[in-house]
């Protein structure tokens, strides 16, 4: 089978029990870098030396069918650099391919920064969305920034420190100065930080330089309310656009407060009328 080990963001003592037993018997381990891998299982006193396999952005493709067979046979133990492999993170290709195949796929659950940086953050957590690593190029990053606009559910983003700053900026342009926002640093980490405030704040905190690993939360955006017959004018303009009424409601819900089943039923009952 295939198993998804979690390992620390950098505090070894969140190293589960689990993790070191699984450790201790695999024989084969899939990792995204063999040279970190090595380091974990020195750090942890695993006398275990099981067979190291590197599994890295870019030779997924190349060895996940590989992979599949021998885990059809014994136990393929996948660990990322930190935290919870698949996740911004290679593996998922290899578990696509395991599960074509028919092979079981598990987890030793551990760590992971998106839930992490979630929890301390003090933002929305009943609804949230991952969003991953943002593009490195400004006019890229300013337009999935602007797709997210009206994204009610808190967002969570991975981010470079050198491109921090100018992301926040983005962000700041995109969601507005006063929008609030998190940005962890090292979590975990002894130099963990967690820095609150909104988007104007955060940017002029980054521009002074910033280091680390680097999780950034921002406040999804209020609902606006309109009346019911706003919503409908704004459906229609939609529809006449060539957008299916489902659809259409489902958009102009998400930026209001009015839920997509009454903007959907009212749109019918307008039409039978």
Not at 58 to 76: F, G, P, S
Not at 97 to 118: D, E, K
Not at 257 to 262: A, F, G, I, K, V
């Amino acid at each position: 089978m295939i198993i998804l080990g979690g390992t620390p963001l950098g505090n070894l003592g969140d190293a589960s029990a689990r993790l070191s037993e699984t450790l201790e018997r695999v024989s084969l381990i899939a990792s995204e870098d063999t040279r970190t891998t090595h380091k974990l299982l020195t750090a942890l006193g695993i006398t275990n030396r099981p067979r190291l396999v590197a599994l890295h952005d870019h030779n997924e493709a190349a060895v996940a069918d590989e992979l599949v067979v021998l885990a059809a046979e014994m136990d393929v133990l996948v660990l990322s650099d930190a935290g919870m492999p698949t996740v911004s993170d290679p593996g998922y290709h290899l578990v696509r391919a395991a599960v074509a195949a028919g092979v079981t796929v598990t987890s030793v659950p551990g760590p992971s920064a998106v839930i992490t940086a979630l929890a301390v953050s003090g933002l929305p957590t009943d609804r949230f969305t991952f969003e991953g690593f943002l593009p490195r190029k400004s006019g890229e990053r300013r337009a999935r920034f602007i797709e997210l606009a009206h994204e009610r559910r808190t967002m969570i983003f991975y981010e470079s420190p050198n491109r921090l700053a100018d992301a926040l900026a983005d962000a700041r342009d995109a969601f507005g100065a006063t929008r609030d926002a998190v940005v962890c640093r090292e979590l975990t980490k002894k130099f963990e930080e967690v820095r609150r405030g909104n988007l104007a704040e955060l940017h002029a905190w980054a521009a002074e330089g910033v280091r680390g690993e680097i999780v950034v939360l921002v406040h999804g955006a209020s609902a606006t309310v309109i009346s019911l017959d706003s919503a409908l004018a704004e459906i229609d303009a939609l529809t006449a656009s060539g957008m299916r009424l489902k659809e259409a409601c489902a958009q102009v819900s998400s930026s209001t407060s009015l839920s997509t089943r009454d903007l959907y039923q009212a749109a019918l009952a307008r039409k039978l009328n």
